[in-house]
């Protein structure tokens, strides 16, 4: 049931732009979106509900597409403090605030 | 300080002990949650927690025990600790009521079991 990210990891130039996906296989209520940095916590980036709501980051833009479950983080110009780890959490149909993660997107950032 | 805090941040201990990790935050938030951390599973959900006194389980429950008496605190206890739960720990909260509120980490515990 862990949503499916896509790819494990990816390597950019700084100014390069990047695309990281999220896949379930269940019906969902939302999509979070959070960055790891080595030994840190996870820190938010956006959330995408159901019916075309966004809200976030006003650097980093996603999409979510309800019929297909899929999410889409969008990286643009990224810069060399976008490297980390990247994260989809997916919110099923009326399960609250609980939320299943994919495994991961590992992104470094060179200058 | 606000926010939202975890102890230890290092522990040790042996197969079979019992553990408790603390948690607490000063937002009143009203859910909280633990996770676990391994290489190749990113986070998995072991309890939540929707308030006072409801908690409920997650992805990966078998082994802890999880209590919940005030808003601000979440412990979570190891009952015998073995050597798969070696991993990073890391405690959340969110607002209040409702779905899809953004989640709030603590630093985590770096948990070894030996």
């Known amino acids: 049931q862990q949503p499916v990210q896509s790819p494990q990891a990816v390597i950019l130039r700084e100014g390069e732009d990047a695309v990281i996906n999220c896949s379930s296989s269940k019906a969902l209520y939302s999509v979070h979106w959070y960055r790891q940095k080595h030994g840190e916590a996870p820190v938010f980036l956006m959330i995408l509900l159901k019916g075309g709501e966004q809200k976030g980051h006003d650097k980093i833009s996603a999409s979510f597409n309800e019929k297909k479950q899929q999410s889409s983080l969008y990286l643009t110009a990224s810069q060399l403090s976008y490297s980390g780890t990247y994260f989809c959490?997916?919110?099923?149909?009326?399960?609250?605030?609980?939320?299943?993660f994919g495994g991961g997107t590992r992104l470094m950032v060179k200058p | 300080d606000a926010g939202i805090t975890q102890s230890p941040r290092y522990k040790i201990t042996e197969t079979g002990r019992q553990v408790t990790l603390m948690c607490h935050q000063t937002?009143?938030?009203?859910?909280m949650f633990w996770y676990r951390q391994d290489l190749g599973h990113g986070l998995r959900l072991i309890y939540y927690s929707a308030a006072a006194d409801i908690t409920d389980k997650g992805e990966v429950p078998d082994g802890y025990v999880v209590s919940r008496s005030k808003t601000e605190n979440f412990p979570l206890t190891l009952e015998s600790a073995t050597r798969s739960q070696t991993s990073v720990y890391f405690c959340?909260?969110?607002?209040?009521?409702?779905?899809?509120?953004?989640?709030?980490f603590g630093p985590g515990t770096r948990l070894t079991v030996t």
């Open positions: 959340a909260s969110t607002g209040i009521g409702g779905s899809s509120y953004e989640q709030y």
């Open positions: 937002w009143s938030h009203s859910y």
């Open positions: 959490g997916t919110e099923r149909n009326n399960a609250g605030n609980m939320l299943t």
